[in-house]
């Protein structure tokens, strides 16, 4: 049981726009940065979204990030094959003095 | 180029101990703080560990706490984790990674090593 909480899958149709949520509380999204990452089958996790919204070099505008109160959303436009991955977001927990993940959601390119 | 490259992963019974490593390369490792992040087969990451750059500043995910130990050597550019008292829920690809200890930005991770924890 993750402490962040996301949906186990979200899939869509090449060029269509797809969100992931993360919700969590106040101790962790709710006071502190949300990141999120992408890990390609058989790779590591990649960062691909930085401090709630940035997104760091290299990564795509069709990337993009946001937070409110305790819940974030990863939200990706013009969905491509190469998009198929699982998505992570992780914040430092102020209660836990530790990092959490949400469990993570396959995206899968219909 | 950065370059992080873990090592020590491989079958261990349970109870027993293993210790990982991770070189690295291509930044200044002693400015640095890092960190080990785990994923069981199938399943979502997990946070093991942080440490600072300086090793001031540790901290441990509850379920590892006095079985886990992490440290480094800046001179050598290497972060190591001992770990003690191996259950089979500790199964896992164990992955290095840069960042900060007191957030959650991993900005450059390693390829992983496996740890099989099995009689």
């Known amino acids: 049981q993750s402490v962040l909480t996301q949906p186990p899958s979200a899939s869509g149709t090449p060029g269509q726009r797809v969100t992931i949520s993360c919700s969590g509380s106040?101790?962790?999204?709710?006071?502190?940065?949300v990141y999120w990452y992408q890990q390609l089958p058989g790779t590591a996790p990649k960062l691909l979204i930085s401090r709630n919204n940035q997104r760091p070099s290299g990564v795509p505008d069709r990337f993009s990030g946001s937070k409110s109160g305790t819940s974030a959303s990863l939200a990706i436009s013009g969905l491509r094959s190469e998009d198929e991955a699982d998505y992570s977001c992780?914040?430092?927990?102020?209660?836990?003095?530790?990092?959490?993940f949400g469990g993570g959601t396959k995206l899968t390119v219909l | 180029e950065v370059q992080l490259v873990e090592s020590g992963g491989g079958p261990v019974k349970p109870g027993g101990s293993l210790r990982l490593s991770c070189a690295a390369s291509?930044?200044?490792?002693?400015?640095?703080?890092m960190n080990w992040v785990r994923q069981a087969p199938g399943k979502g990451l997990e946070w093991v560990s942080s440490i600072s750059s300086s090793s001031t500043y540790i901290y441990y995910a509850n379920s590892m706490k006095g079985r886990f130990t992490i440290s480094r050597d800046n001179a050598k550019k290497s972060l190591y984790l001992q770990m003690n008292s191996l259950r089979a829920e500790d199964t896992a690809v164990y992955y290095c990674?840069?960042?900060?200890?007191?957030?959650?930005?991993?900005?450059?991770w390693g390829q992983g090593t496996l740890v099989i924890v099995s009689s």
């Open positions: 291509g930044f200044t490792f002693s400015s640095y703080s």
């Open positions: 990674a840069r960042g900060d200890y007191y957030d959650s930005e991993y900005d450059y």
């Open positions: 992780a914040a430092w927990d102020d209660s836990l003095s530790g990092v959490v």
């Open positions: 106040n101790s962790n999204i709710g006071s502190n940065y």
